[in-house]
């Protein structure tokens, strides 16, 4: 199974370019199974976001949104969305279109 991480886009003020919100997604793929998970963390005066904008890298802001979210939690919930396409335990679908 392979897990990515990765930083969609950043939102900043323009007067000090500070970092106000990133938007993150996680994917996961597993054979012919995928599964996808995103969202956005805010930041404000109360958050020690020192690098300058010209200075980030990706792995920089990850670790931002990893200090926000529990990011072992966020994998093992992918990772048991695929599990349950893999072995599902509802489908759907109508007898009479079988």
Not at 25 to 45: P, Q
Not at 64 to 71: E, L, P
Not at 89 to 95: F, K, L, Q, V
């Amino acid at each position: 199974m392979k897990i990515q991480w990765s930083i969609e886009k950043l939102e900043r003020r323009i007067k000090d370019d500070f970092v106000v919100a990133v938007h993150w997604k996680l994917f996961a793929i597993d054979g012919d199974h995928d599964a996808l998970n995103f969202g956005v963390i805010n930041f404000g005066a109360g958050d020690e976001l020192i690098t300058p904008f010209n200075e980030l890298t990706e792995k920089i802001v990850l670790d931002w949104v990893w200090s926000k979210i529990n990011r072992q939690h966020a994998e093992d919930q992918i990772i048991k969305a695929i599990d349950l396409k893999k072995s599902p335990s509802i489908i759907d679908g109508n007898p009479w279109s079988a």
